[in-house]
C-alpha cells in the first residue's frame, strides 16, 4: 500500500491537483511515523503506511501555517474520516477544496489500540478514492461502547477514586487539545486569563475542571479516534469520558458524529422525535 500511496502522490503533486500531501513519514529519532508535509513530487518516497500510523492528520487541516501551504492531500484512515465531517459540518474546512485519500485499515497499533476492537469503520466513506481492501472481518470485535460498559460495572464511589487518581496525576501539558481535530478555538478556554475561566493549575480541582469542560465541549463532536489518550504523557484514558457523552448521544438522538454528511449535528439541531427523558 504504501507503494501505491506513493505513486498516487507524485501524480497529484506533478499535475498541480495539490500543493501539499500531509501523510506519514518515518522519524530518524525513534523510529515511528510521525506527520509529513510534502511538497515536491522528489519527497514522495517520504510516505509511508503501515499498522504504526496512528495520527489523526485532520487536526492539521485547521492550522493558518498549514492552510498558507496551498490545495492539500491529506491521508486518513476509517476513524480519521469522521473528524472531517465534523469539520465539514462546523464549516472549518472546505471539503471540495482538498483531496482526501482513504487507507483501508484493519486496525492500528501493536498491540492494537484500544479503539479499534470497536472500530466499524475500515473503510474512509468521506475519501475521494481508497487505497488497499477492506479487511476480512470488517465489523468491530467489540460493542462499540464495551470498554465505557466494563468501566462503569464499578460503584459511583469507585469511579469518582479512579477520576480523583487520574486528575492527580495531570501536569496541564495540553497534549490532549492540541492533538484534537475538534479543539480548533483560536483560544482556548483555559488560555483566557481576564477573567480567568479555569483555574490553570495543575491541582486536583483545577484539573478535573479542566477534563470535564474539555469532555463537555467534545459532547455529539468527538469521534472516537484516541489520539487525546494516545499522547498523555502519564497515560490519562480521556476516551472513557467522551465515550460517555458519545454513548449519551447515541442513544438518546441516535446520533454518531461524523458517521454522515447529510444528518445536522445534534448541537443546535432539534427534532420532535428527540427524547425528553433526560430532562429532569
Not at 500543493?19 to 518515518?26: A, D, N, R
Not at 493558518?64 to 490545495?71: T, Y
Not at 492539500?72 to 464549516?91: F, M, S, T
Request: with cysteine.
Amino acid at each position: 500500500m504504501t507503494g501505491q500511496l506513493r505513486e498516487r502522490c507524485r501524480r497529484l503533486l506533478q499535475d498541480g491537483a495539490v500543493q501539499v500531501v500531509i501523510g506519514y513519514g518515518v522519524s530518524t529519532s525513534d523510529g515511528m511515523p510521525h506527520p509529513i508535509f510534502v511538497r515536491r513530487p522528489d519527497d514522495v518516497d517520504k510516505l509511508i503506511w503501515n499498522e504504526q500510523c496512528m495520527a489523526n492528520l485532520t487536526t492539521y487541516l485547521t492550522r493558518d501555517a498549514v492552510k498558507a501551504l496551498g490545495k492539500p492531500a491529506i491521508v486518513v484512515k476509517g476513524c480519521d474520516a469522521r473528524a472531517l465531517v465534523v469539520l465539514e459540518q462546523e464549516c472549518q474546512i472546505d471539503r471540495s477544496a482538498m483531496h482526501v485519500i482513504g487507507m483501508a485499515c484493519a486496525g492500528v497499533g501493536s498491540p492494537r489500540a484500544p479503539k479499534c476492537a470497536s472500530c466499524d469503520v475500515h473503510v474512509p466513506a468521506a475519501a475521494d478514492e481508497v487505497i488497499g481492501e477492506a479487511p476480512a472481518q470488517t465489523g468491530p470485535a467489540d460493542p462499540p461502547y464495551a470498554e465505557l460498559e466494563e468501566f462503569l460495572q464499578k460503584s459511583p464511589a469507585e469511579r469518582f477514586a479512579y477520576w480523583r487518581e487520574e486528575a492527580a496525576r495531570c501536569i496541564r501539558c495540553y497534549a490532549c487539545r492540541e492533538v484534537c481535530p475538534t479543539c480548533y478555538c483560536p483560544r482556548c478556554i483555559v488560555d483566557k486569563n481576564r477573567p480567568a475561566c479555569l483555574d490553570t493549575s495543575a491541582t486536583v480541582k483545577a484539573n478535573f475542571a479542566w477534563h470535564v469542560t474539555r469532555a463537555f465541549h467534545q459532547a455529539g463532536r468527538c469521534t472516537g479516534c484516541g489520539e487525546c489518550t494516545r499522547v498523555c504523557p502519564v497515560g490519562i484514558n480521556m476516551r472513557l469520558l467522551n465515550q460517555s457523552l458519545a454513548r449519551a448521544a447515541d442513544e438518546h438522538f441516535g446520533y454518531r458524529a461524523g458517521t454522515n454528511r447529510e444528518t445536522p449535528p445534534i448541537i443546535g439541531a432539534y427534532g420532535l422525535e428527540d427524547k425528553e427523558s433526560f430532562i429532569r
